[in-house]
């Protein structure tokens, strides 16, 4: 995950949602690699990729803390996507 964090924060959206994908194809339930692969498929232009990932990490925090801020930035993409 970490290393698709460095990906993803240095610009290499394509080979952060493949680090991104590895890591949620051992766990799935990671709600930050859930939310980072889906701003590395945004920002790789799979933008329904990148969606999923997006409605899974909102679906796994639906009971958590609206405060946080990645969890409220999904919310609201899900918002303006239905």
Known sequence: ML???MLLDRGMSKDALTAFEATLKKEPHR???NHRSGEGGRGDGRYRQGA???FRGVALAETADPVR???AAARA???KAN
């Open 3 to 5: 290393y698709g964090a």
């Open 31 to 33: 709600l930050g690699a």
């Open 52 to 54: 999923a990932a997006l």
């Open 69 to 71: 801020p990645e969890i």
């Open 77 to 79: 993409f899900m918002a």
